[in-house]
């Protein structure tokens, strides 16, 4: 099955800076990739998605990129506020598959 | 639309005991799902349908049965729990041909 692996599992950001955060998949037949943000004690709610027919996708101050020989998609939020402070998880989906696989999750804090 | 509801929000079991995890969605989604979440370790999926009638096992399905009688309901049931069935449990939805995933509020539950 699919295997997703994100980075780094914490990062601590001064608010007004960037993050980012990485994610490899395993199979190069999957073809979508979204992300969920996870606020303390909240649901995971999806915040952004791409398809592998798709490079780049931005809305507003996130945006994913897909590098799709490499196997690999990146979230990447620009200043950012401390309201961005969250667990974010990226996940990757087979086309045959309704299932989603998850990565184990990325702590971010944005300082003030 | 109530959207994924999930019952109970926390529960203490004492070990061997058995219960039901209940979820619901009022969105008419063929694609229902639970996941367990741990620190850590990302969502990882226990068991899954794709319809009425039809399931089939997850990542982690051992320890845990379900049915999917109708379109709305997706219980889950711990059959005799254990302390390693701590975690909390997220039930979610997705129309039919789209890949979102929709969470529920999320069941915390504490094996002793």
């Known amino acids: 099955g699919e295997n997703v692996e994100q980075h780094p599992s914490t990062l601590s950001v001064q608010e007004g800076d960037s993050a980012v955060i990485k994610c490899t998949y395993s199979d190069s037949a999957s073809n979508y990739f979204p992300w969920y943000k996870q606020e303390l004690g909240k649901r995971p709610q999806l915040i952004i998605d791409?398809?592998?027919?798709?490079g780049e996708k931005k809305d507003q101050r996130i945006a994913v990129t897909l590098n799709k020989t490499a196997k690999h998609f990146s979230l990447h939020i620009t200043e950012t506020q401390p309201e961005d402070s969250a667990v974010y998880f990226c996940a990757a989906r087979h086309p045959n598959d309704y299932k989603l696989s998850f990565g184990a999750g990325t702590t971010v804090t944005v300082r003030a | 639309n109530a959207g994924v509801t999930q019952t109970p929000k926390f529960q203490v079991l004492k070990t061997g005991q058995s219960m039901t995890l209940q979820c619901a969605q009022d969105?008419?989604?063929?694609?229902m799902s639970w996941y367990r979440q741990d620190p850590g370790m990302g969502l990882r999926l226990i068991h899954y349908?794709?319809?009425?009638?039809?399931?089939d096992q997850g990542e982690v399905p051992n320890g845990y049965n379900v049915s999917r009688s109708t379109t709305e309901d997706f219980p889950l049931r711990l059959l005799s729990a254990a302390p390693s069935q701590t975690s909390v449990y997220f039930c979610a939805s997705s129309p039919p041909l789209l890949e979102t995933q929709y969470f529920g509020p999320g069941t915390r539950l504490l094996v002793l």
């Open positions: 349908s794709v319809g009425a009638g039809i399931t």
């Open positions: 791409i398809r592998s027919n798709v």
């Open positions: 969105m008419n989604h063929e694609y």
